[in-house]
């Protein structure tokens, strides 16, 4: 079975026990989401199958979208992704799938894939954690710089600055997998789950929930 | 709370009353206190000097001397383990925050506390006036 989904984030809670223990959750709304294709290894040399999540207004589609989520006879979808299977899929195009199978499989642990909010052009100290210069002592405006950043001594050719130096520049909207996070509670009837801790992206962003890799 | 499906997520973890009182009252908290197998109630008495959030965030802070220093705890309203909030008395306050009451000494710290037992009266006739 599939072990992943689809799904939209819809913001953070706490989530108390009986014992007066206090857990923050995020909110996921996961599913239902269609199969919109199946890949297998005898075909496409993989097994895994192509997921759609929410629906998104013919108008405002493609033809060729259209088209692809017509042979799974639904409608155009907002967000389509792939979720790898280590045996051949149990389902075809077109069958849903509900936050059931998690329930069914009984995960305990999840990782959740999504895009971080972007922060913009950010300096070494926010981006990287650099401590920076100190405050006093007679730093002029320097405070937040990133300091040496290599030799002058000739490295082959000339000096030079190594590759992958971290520096200041973009920071956030890039893919991160928060991993190995824990699914406090499936609501079936309402399509969610609640997944202990922060989730990357922002509140209506959109995020893939499979089975822990690292964790059973 | 923005989203509806966030109040969906909240409701069975909400109490279904929490007792009324407010920021300025004595009250006594009854917290569940487990040690090991056994459960016993344990009261927390002193005046509430400040409520914040909402939901099941809601929690309100509790200020009492004990042994001549100031003890100060929190408590989440929806926490099972605060099993009654009971008012001993009403004070008046006439801000939300009474953080002031922790520079206050001695007789200074009760001065504020007017007994106003008319609130429940005036509020019908608040409402018939259309405040």
């Not at chain 1, 639904?74 to 069958?95: C, H, N, S, W």
């Not at chain 1, 200041?168 to 997944?195: F, N, P, Q, W």
């Not at chain 2, 705890?73 to 801000?95: E, T, W, Y």
């Amino acid at each position: 079975m599939t072990l992943g989904l689809l799904g939209m984030k819809v913001g953070m809670t706490r989530v108390i026990d009986e014992r007066g223990g206090v857990s923050p959750v995020t909110v996921v709304k996961a599913g239902p989401c269609v199969v919109l294709g199946v890949r297998s290894k005898a075909r496409e040399g993989y097994d895994a199958v192509q997921l759609g999540f929410g629906d998104v207004k013919p108008h405002r589609s493609t033809m060729p979208m259209i088209g692809h989520a017509a042979r799974a006879n639904t409608g155009p979808k907002r967000f389509i992704r792939e979720i790898r299977l280590d045996a051949p899929a149990e389902v075809q195009g077109g069958d849903v799938l509900t936050v059931d199978v998690f329930s069914k499989a009984a995960v305990g642990w999840v990782d959740v894939i999504g895009t971080t909010k972007g922060k913009g052009f950010q300096g070494v100290m926010k981006r990287h954690g650099f401590g920076g210069m100190c405050a006093s002592h007679g730093t002029e405006r320097k405070h937040r710089s990133p300091g040496g950043i290599g030799a002058n001594a000739p490295r082959g050719t000339g000096q030079s600055v190594k590759k992958g130096k971290r520096m200041a520049g973009h920071m956030g909207d890039v893919r991160r997998t928060a991993s190995s996070l824990r699914l406090v509670k499936v609501d079936a009837e309402h399509d969610l789950l609640l997944i202990e801790g922060s989730v990357p992206g922002p509140v209506g962003g959109m995020v893939v929930v499979r089975k822990a890799v690292k964790k059973g | 709370m923005s989203s509806p499906l966030l109040a969906i997520v909240e409701k069975p973890y909400l109490k279904a009353s929490v007792p009324e009182f407010h920021v300025g009252d004595t009250v006594d908290v009854m917290t569940r206190i487990v040690e090991g197998e056994k459960e016993r109630i344990q009261a927390f008495g002193g005046v509430v000097i400040a409520r914040r959030s909402g939901g099941i965030n809601e929690s309100f802070t509790v200020r009492r001397i004990v042994n001549n220093e100031g003890v100060e705890r929190k408590f989440l309203i929806h926490s099972p383990n605060v099993v009654d909030i009971k008012v001993r008395r009403r004070g008046k306050a006439r801000r939300a925050k009474l953080f002031f009451l922790r520079l206050r000494i001695g007789k200074a710290r009760k001065l504020r506390e007017l007994r106003i037992t008319q609130r429940k009266a005036a509020e019908p006739e608040m409402a018939a006036a259309g405040v």
